[in-house]
């Protein structure tokens, strides 16, 4: 079992920075590949950045590469999203999730097992 807990939304103008958190308990998280998808009012939510177990391999969606990076710190079980020239077209709630699924990299949503309560990213314009 692993809790996922996100921080470090909030509202931002238009091409600022957020860095967001996700602390996980348990011992194992290095087990656990890592990813971040996030939902907009009345769309699905879609895939964003994923990290490998040992974040040595990262994927991103084309919309965010360039402007985000994803880590972890597997010493502190916890994974990062920093975010930076962000968009309007950024805005939603941004959840982290934990998958055993055996891949190096998992980019589909029910592919993974833990899910954090998400947190919510306001770009203005």
């Known amino acids: 079992q692993v809790q996922l807990v996100e921080s470090g939304g909030g509202l931002v103008q238009a091409g600022g920075s957020l860095r967001l958190s996700c602390a996980a308990s348990?011992?194992?998280?290095?087990?656990?590949?890592m990813g971040w998808f996030r939902q907009a009012p009345g769309k699905e939510r879609e895939f964003v950045a994923a990290?490998?177990?040992?974040?040595?391999?990262?994927y991103y969606t084309d919309s965010v590469k360039g402007r985000f990076t994803i880590s972890r710190d597997n010493a502190k079980n916890t994974v990062y999203l920093q975010m930076n020239s962000l968009k309007p077209e950024d805005t939603a709630v941004y959840y982290c999730?934990?998958?055993?699924?055996?891949?190096?990299?998992?980019?589909?949503?029910?592919?993974?097992?833990?899910w954090g309560q998400g947190t919510q990213v306001t770009v203005s314009s």
């Open positions: 348990g011992r194992t998280f290095s087990s656990y590949a």
């Open positions: 999730a934990a998958t055993s699924a055996p891949y190096t990299i998992v980019v589909v949503v029910t592919k993974y097992d833990y």
């Open positions: 990290t490998s177990r040992s974040g040595s391999t990262t």
